[in-house]
């Protein structure tokens, strides 16, 4: 009965601002990788909107490099989220058995 209390009180207070900081990491991880790799399809839409000979070449230049961060971005992004299921799951495993354990004595 203790080890649930106790874990109830882990749960509540300390791992629910862990948890709700790390979402929102992985959300503006998420958000800026999926920025970056959109910044081709933004320079399209200025060059539809104000006409492409608006278009500069530090413009094309920008975008490509921010497509390329965007790329690797992705590898990280996609790292991270993958880890943060396994973690996540692992945490799971672990309150499930201190649960069943403190059932058992």
Known sequence: VLAVMGLSILNFF?????????FGVLLSLGVA?????????????????????????????VSFTC???????FTVTYLAYKWSFVLFMKYLRW?????KGSAQS
Do not use: R
């Not at 300390?14 to 790390?22: D, K, L, Q, S």
């Not at 999926?34 to 230049?61: C, N």
């Open 14 to 22: 300390v791992i629910t601002i862990v948890i709700a900081t790390w």
């Open 95 to 99: 309150n499930i058995k201190v649960v």
């Open 67 to 73: 497509f390329g961060i965007g790329l690797m971005l």
């Open 33 to 61: 990788t999926l920025t970056f790799l959109a910044a081709p399809i933004f320079l399209l839409v200025k060059g539809m909107i104000d006409g492409f000979g608006e278009i500069i070449p530090l413009d094309i230049y």
